[in-house]
C-alpha cells in the first residue's frame, strides 16, 4: 500500500510564495510520475503540474512561469514552487502519484488534499 502526505499549504497574500511538499512511503517498487492537481470551490480537479520520471514537466498554462514542479527520487518526494500568487490560485492542492508496488503491481494514490489561500 502506498500513500501520500502533503504538506505546505496555508494563506498567503497576492503576490506571495508558498512551497508545498509530498512524500510517497509504503511499498514502492518505482513511481512513474508524481504531480500536483488543484480543485477550487465550485470547479472541477485540474492538473497543475506533473514531473514524470526521466521525462519533461509539463504545467498548466495559467501556471507557467509562476510554478515550479521538482522531484526528490531518493526520496520520493514532489515539490511545488509557487510564485506571484494570485486569488485564482487559491484551492485545495492535491498530491498523486503513480507507479509500480509491491508484487509490481500498479497503484494509483492521491493525497489528502492541502488548502491555498491568496487573499489580502
Known amino acids: 500500500q502506498v500513500q501520500l502526505v502533503e504538506s505546505g499549504g496555508g494563506l498567503v497574500q497576492p503576490g506571495g510564495s508558498l512551497r508545498l511538499s509530498c512524500a510517497a512511503s509504503?511499498?514502492?517498487?518505482?513511481?512513474?510520475?508524481m504531480g500536483w492537481y488543484r480543485q477550487a470551490p465550485g470547479k472541477e480537479r485540474e492538473l497543475v503540474a506533473r514531473?514524470?520520471?526521466?521525462?519533461?514537466?509539463n504545467y498548466a498554462d495559467s501556471v507557467k512561469d509562476r510554478f515550479t514542479i521538482s522531484r526528490d527520487i531518493a526520496k520520493n518526494t514532489v515539490y511545488l514552487q509557487m510564485n506571484s500568487l494570485q486569488p485564482e490560485d487559491t484551492a485545495v492542492y492535491y498530491c498523486?502519484?503513480?507507479?509500480?508496488?509491491?508484487?509490481?503491481?500498479?497503484?494509483?494514490?492521491w493525497g489528502q488534499g492541502t488548502l491555498v489561500t491568496v487573499s489580502s
Open positions: 498523486n502519484a503513480f507507479g509500480l508496488g509491491a508484487g509490481l503491481r500498479f497503484f494509483e494514490v
Open positions: 509504503g511499498s514502492i517498487f518505482s513511481i512513474n510520475a
Open positions: 514531473i514524470p520520471t526521466g521525462g519533461s514537466t
